[in-house]
């Protein structure tokens, strides 16, 4: 069963940038859209960023013009770009296949302070 570990949340200020980079224990890339969610405390996860095989991106309204989705197939990675980050971007984020049928990984915790 393939494993999805997300790393590179943190603590950030306002406007600050952050980038999350997201591995598979084996190749699932080349062969799936793939996608990074987020889910807020009281909140449902979410779609912010999807690429798919073609290297298509979109985004949800929220973030678009300032994350950036990304996918190196070589090395089974895909990554979020964060850029001017706001408090309500906070929340866990995760990748996984769009739509997801992966198992989720734990997540990367990503906190913007004011």
């Known amino acids: 069963q393939v494993q999805l570990v997300e790393s590179g949340g943190g603590l950030v200020q306002v406007g600050g940038s952050l980038r999350l980079s997201c591995t598979a224990s084996r190749s699932i890339f080349s062969f799936y859209d793939m996608g990074w969610y987020r889910q807020a405390p009281g909140k449902q996860r979410e779609l912010v960023a999807g690429?798919?095989?073609?290297?298509?991106?979109n985004y949800v309204d929220s973030v678009k013009g300032r994350f950036t989705i990304s996918r190196d197939n070589t090395k089974n990675t895909v990554y979020l770009q964060m850029n001017s980050l706001k408090p309500e971007d906070t929340a866990v984020y995760y990748c996984?296949?769009?739509?997801?049928?992966?198992?989720w990984g734990q997540g990367t915790q990503v906190t913007v302070s004011s």
């Open positions: 690429i798919t095989l073609s290297d298509s991106t």
């Open positions: 996984n296949t769009n739509p997801p049928f992966a198992p």
